[in-house]
């Protein structure tokens, strides 16, 4: 049974950059047809995708925050990160990591796996 | 972007009832769309992909249609542990968007 994990500290100060590690488990990071997403969800507020990254490294970013997101991979570790930069009180939320499969032809595109979501505050 | 707006927002409903919650585009995303269900400080959970595809050891009762910009996901008949917030996601295009949500509550 594929399982990811988020880790990384609750609180960030503002202006400081935010970073998050997602360890998968019970299967390989690298294994093909699966891209690996970061979402967040303010409290009590709907869900934001920030972007992804596939096995070959190659990443892309909801443009809303590009120009502060950097997803990395680390195949050895079977692991992906987040990091964002410059952060303020609006980017306090529940930072989920999933699994997304989408097949070559794309008509299949969604999130099977998650994270169980950890909570980063922004704050002084 | 794409918006993706679910109606309604929040809904009331009893054990045993058929309950359908709307989900609209702002363009035309073919089948492209994917609903969730999250419960109270639980990630969300794939329950239909691709517009009408159950996915795997999701109970039948629960059932996906529409393509275009309209689309409805429909439980047949609510169970107890149904009780939480629904989400749909466009695959169509990136960013990947969602739907406010819609929150199924206990009559």
């Known amino acids: 049974q594929l399982q990811l994990q988020e880790s990384g500290p609750g609180l960030v100060k503002p202006s400081e950059t935010l970073s998050l590690t997602c360890t998968v488990s019970?299967?390989?990071?690298?294994?093909?047809?699966?891209?690996w997403d970061w979402m967040r969800q303010p409290p009590g507020k709907g869900l934001e995708w920030i972007g992804a990254?596939?096995?070959?490294?190659?990443?892309y970013y909801n443009p809303s925050l590009k120009s502060r997101v950097t997803i990395s991979v680390d195949m050895s570790k079977n692991r992906f990160s987040l990091n964002l930069s410059s952060v303020t009180a609006a980017d306090t939320a529940v930072y989920y990591c999933?699994?997304?499969?989408?097949?070559?032809?794309?008509?299949?595109?969604?999130?099977?796996?998650w994270g169980q979501g950890t909570l980063v505050t922004v704050s002084s | 972007d794409i918006q993706m707006t679910q109606s309604p927002s929040s809904l009331s409903a009893s054990v045993g009832d058929r309950v359908t919650i709307t989900c609209r585009a702002s363009?035309?995303?073919?089948?492209?769309l994917n609903w969730y269900q999250q419960k109270l400080g639980k990630a969300p959970k794939l329950l239909i992909y691709?517009?009408?595809s159950l996915q795997s050891g999701v109970p039948s009762r629960f059932s996906g249609s529409g393509s275009g910009t309209d689309f409805t996901l429909t439980i047949s008949s609510l169970q107890p542990e149904d009780f939480a917030t629904y989400y749909c996601?466009?695959?169509?295009?990136?960013?990947?968007?969602f739907g406010q949500g819609t929150k199924l509550e206990i009559k």
């Open positions: 691709t517009a009408s």
């Open positions: 019970g299967g390989s990071i690298g294994s093909g047809s699966y891209y």
């Open positions: 996601q466009q695959s169509y295009s990136t960013p990947y968007t």
């Open positions: 990254i596939y096995d070959s490294g190659s990443a």
């Open positions: 363009q035309s995303i073919s089948s492209y």
């Open positions: 999933a699994r997304r499969l989408r097949n070559r032809a794309a008509t299949i595109d969604h999130f099977d796996y």
